[in-house]
Each structure stands twice: as C-alpha cells, then as structure tokens.
C-alpha cells in the first residue's frame, strides 16, 4: 500500500500501487458501472474477438490511479481533472501498476502525471497515461 503523503509536496514526488485485476472485481465493477459490454463481462465473446480473455474495465485502471493521487493529496485535496488514454488493453487476471507523480505545484493545487503499466503476465507496457488536478477539497474548478 502507498504511504501518505509527505506534509510538504515538491515537483518530483511519486507514489505507485500494484494489484492483480481479478474476476470478483470485474463483478464488482460491472455492478457499479452497469457496463455489460461482451469483452468486459463475457469470456466467450472477447475470445471470439480475438483476445485471450475478459478486458478490465478501463476506468477501473484509474481507479487504481486515484489511490496515488489520495496518498499524494491528502484528506485535504480532490481530483479536480483527470484525463487518461488506453493504449492497450489489460485483462482479467493481468498484475498494474498505477503510479501518480507531482509536476507541479501552483499554491494548493498539485498536477500529477499518471502511469498504468501491466506488471503480469509480461512487464513494461503502458496500459494507461494520463493527467490529473488535485484540488483543494471545498473548492470548486472556477475557485482555484
């Protein structure tokens, strides 16, 4: 699990966090999202499209992105922004790992590039890249 944050952030700091996507997760993901797409939910279509199992739900490598950018920001800070792109699919039973890092700082708010990158069953593709805002927690985007 990522530590917490440093009580002083400076451009340069990062956090990574490293998880097994699994059957019981894509379940769960299915129920929050209501997403039924054949290559998320069934095994049978996504081998027929050509690819060796379920595809996790994209936004489900983000989510693994966000417990980065909680450590990083703190009980005191939100996402304000977050824009992230797939270059690859990852699927059921792969290893990510999701690294938020600090680019920069401008008063209270903190831009943080983000990394997925499949760990299992073979090491070092970019699965998901992408941007991040954290702002302050009560503020609203035309407030900072």
């Given at each position: 699990?990522?530590?917490?944050?440093?009580?002083?952030?400076?451009?340069?700091?990062?956090?990574?966090?490293?998880?097994?996507?699994?059957?019981?997760?894509?379940a769960?993901?299915?129920?929050?999202?209501?997403?039924?797409?054949?290559?998320?939910?069934?095994?049978?279509?996504?081998?027929?499209?050509?690819?060796?199992?379920?595809?996790?739900?994209?936004?489900?490598?983000?989510?693994?992105?966000?417990?980065?950018?909680?450590?990083?920001?703190?009980?005191?800070?939100r996402?304000?922004?977050?824009?992230?792109?797939?270059?690859?699919?990852?699927?059921?039973?792969?290893?990510?790992?999701?690294?938020?890092?600090?680019?920069?700082?401008?008063?209270?708010?903190?831009?943080?590039?983000?990394?997925?990158?499949?760990?299992?069953?073979?090491?070092?593709?970019?699965?998901?890249?992408?941007?991040a805002?954290?702002?302050?927690?009560?503020?609203?985007?035309?407030?900072?």
């Open positions: 699990m990522p530590r917490s944050a440093p009580s002083e952030l400076a451009v340069g700091h990062a956090l990574a966090f490293r998880k097994t996507m699994t059957v019981a997760e894509q769960m993901f299915t129920g929050i999202s209501g997403n039924m797409g054949g290559l998320y939910v069934d095994a049978k279509r996504a081998k027929s499209a050509g690819l060796p199992g379920m595809v996790v739900f994209e936004l489900a490598l983000g989510a693994l992105a966000t417990t980065c950018l909680w450590h990083i920001g703190g009980a005191g800070r996402i304000g922004a977050f824009q992230l792109e797939f270059p690859e699919p990852v699927f059921v039973g792969d290893s990510v790992e999701a690294r938020a890092e600090v680019v920069a700082l401008d008063g209270e708010t903190v831009e943080c590039r983000i990394t997925c990158v499949r760990t299992l069953p073979t090491e070092g593709a970019v699965v998901a890249q992408g941007r805002t954290l702002v302050p927690a009560g503020k609203g985007p035309d407030d900072v």
